[in-house]
């Protein structure tokens, strides 16, 4: 695994932003705004790495995306024609999660169906913004950038840090006789 110099610096300037800010240990406010101002650099810096990434490879694929204002990329290929999503209910997903590389990661097929509660986390929340844009029945696509996904450290799991992750969906049930909890 190739590690990316911009990510040893976000996290040495995270590290030393972090302590600073706790205890001051004798940093100036200069000195603070300087690193902050640097950590808010290095992260414009991979947001727009990955948004090259995810704009290239949409494009080899041929694939017509949307772009949310968050950062996530989103295709509705087939639409259904059941109920819309909102906050609260009970969502019910056949999914498929990969990298870009197209190692499958997670799929409904070994784990079965994901289920959870719209708007209560548990997810990614790229998935969390990217299902709202559904109804029951549709099959869509997401671009997960690392921000809206697992961002620095993964999920300690399968997927690895900074990973842009590719969800495949589709909205298998919708449950409207439930209110948020």
């Not at 950590?39 to 995810?54: H, P, Q, S, T």
């Not at 819309?84 to 799929?107: C, F, H, N, P, R």
């Not at 869509?140 to 620095?152: C, D, E, K, T, V």
Request: hydrophobic content about 35%; glycine content about 12%.
């Amino acid at each position: 695994m190739r590690y990316d110099p911009v990510i040893w610096f976000l996290i040495a300037f995270a590290i030393l932003f972090n302590c600073g800010r706790e205890s001051q240990k004798g940093l100036t406010e200069e000195e603070y705004e300087n690193t902050r101002e640097a950590l808010v650099g290095a992260n414009r810096i991979l947001v727009k790495k990955d948004y090259e990434r995810i704009k290239s490879f949409a494009e080899r694929k041929g694939w017509e995306m949307n772009e949310t204002l968050s950062g996530l990329w989103y295709q509705i290929y087939e639409n259904g024609s059941g109920p819309s999503a909102k906050k609260g209910l009970l969502i019910t997903l056949e999914y498929t999660v990969s990298l870009l590389d197209g190692t499958v990661i997670y799929d409904s097929d070994s784990l079965g169906l994901k289920r959870f509660r719209i708007g209560n986390g548990g997810v990614e929340s790229g998935l969390e913004e990217g299902v709202l844009l559904l109804r029951e029945g549709d099959k869509a696509r997401f671009i997960i950038p690392p921000h809206l996904a697992h961002g620095l450290t993964g999920d300690g799991n399968k997927i690895p840090s900074r990973s842009i992750i590719l969800y495949d969906v589709t909205v298998v049930d919708l449950d409207t006789q439930t209110g948020s909890n």
